[in-house]
C-alpha cells in the first residue's frame, strides 16, 4: 500500500515564478492538509481540503492556494516566489477532516528560491 | 489554538524507558492529544493520540493526567531508531459558517538523543 506521496521532491525556483506541487493521498483517505516546514521549526499548517472544499485554512497570504480534485489528490500552488518562502512542503493525508484520526505524511518537497 | 509545552531537547540510552513531557494547561474539552515524531529528512509521523484514557500501542504509551492538562508518552525501550523530534499536539477543530476542519499545530518538540 502506498502511503503519502508528493512530486516533485526537490524544486529549484527563481523570485517571482509560480510553483505546483503535487500530493496522492494514502490509499482510502479522502483529506489532505498541507504544510510548510521552515529549517529547524516545526511545520505550520496551511490549509486542508476534505471533499474537494478547502475546509480550514492557517496564516498564511493568498499567494498560496489549493486544490483537491476528485480522486482526493490534491495540488499546492504558491504564486509570486519570495525567498521567504523556501522550505519543506508536506502533505498529509487523513480519513475525514476530524480530531481523532491520525494523519500520513509524505516526505515532503524541497523548494528553494533564488 | 491552543498550546503546548515540551521540553527542548531530552537524552536517554538505548533499552531504557524514555518519558517524554507535554504539558498543556489550556486544553478544551474536545482536543485531543496527539503525539507525532520526525526523524531528520523525514516527514512527520504519527506515534499516538488519545482524549481522556491512557492509550497503549505497538510504538508507544500516552498517559493522560486526570485533569488532561499534562501527558507523558512513554517509549518503553528505546532504540537508536527512535532518535527524532516528537511533537505534542492539541488537535483541534474549528468550525466555520459552513465547514469545519481540524488542523495539527506543531511547536519546536523535544529533541529526543538516544544513546548506545
Known amino acids: 500500500d502506498a502511503g503519502v506521496t508528493q512530486s516533485p521532491t526537490h524544486l529549484i525556483k527563481t523570485r517571482g515564478q509560480q510553483v505546483t506541487l503535487r500530493c496522492s493521498p494514502k490509499s482510502g483517505h479522502d483529506t489532505v492538509s498541507w504544510y510548510q516546514q521552515a529549517l529547524g521549526q516545526g511545520p505550520q499548517f496551511i490549509f486542508q481540503?476534505?471533499?474537494?472544499?478547502?475546509?480550514q485554512r492557517g496564516n498564511f497570504p493568498d499567494r498560496f492556494s489549493g486544490h483537491q480534485f476528485p480522486n482526493y489528490s490534491s495540488e499546492l500552488n504558491v504564486n509570486a516566489l519570495l525567498l521567504g518562502d523556501s522550505a519543506l512542503y508536506l502533505c498529509?493525508?487523513?480519513?475525514?477532516?476530524?480530531?481523532?484520526?491520525?494523519?500520513?505524511f509524505g516526505q515532503g518537497t524541497r523548494l528553494t528560491v533564488v | 489554538d491552543a498550546k503546548t509545552t515540551q521540553p527542548n531537547s531530552m537524552e536517554s540510552n538505548e533499552e531504557e524507558p524514555v518519558h517524554l513531557p507535554c504539558n498543556h494547561s489550556?486544553?478544551?474539552?474536545?482536543?485531543?492529544i496527539h503525539w507525532y515524531r520526525q526523524l531528520p529528512s523525514q516527514g512527520p509521523e504519527y506515534v499516538i493520540h488519545g482524549l481522556t484514557s491512557n492509550v497503549n500501542n505497538r510504538m508507544a504509551s500516552l498517559a493522560i493526567a486526570e485533569d488532561r492538562k499534562s501527558s507523558t508518552l512513554i517509549l518503553h525501550r528505546a532504540t537508536l531508531r527512535d532518535a527524532a523530534v516528537y511533537y505534542c499536539?492539541?488537535?483541534?477543530?474549528?468550525?466555520?459558517?459552513?465547514?469545519?476542519?481540524?488542523?495539527?499545530?506543531f511547536g519546536e518538540g523535544t529533541q529526543l538523543t538516544v544513546n548506545p
Open positions: 499536539i492539541l488537535r483541534d477543530v474549528k468550525f466555520g459558517a459552513e465547514t469545519s476542519g481540524s488542523r495539527l499545530t
Open positions: 489550556t486544553i478544551s474539552g474536545t482536543d485531543y
Open positions: 498529509a493525508s487523513s480519513l475525514g477532516s476530524g480530531t481523532n484520526t491520525e494523519a500520513f
Open positions: 481540503y476534505y471533499e474537494e472544499e478547502e475546509r
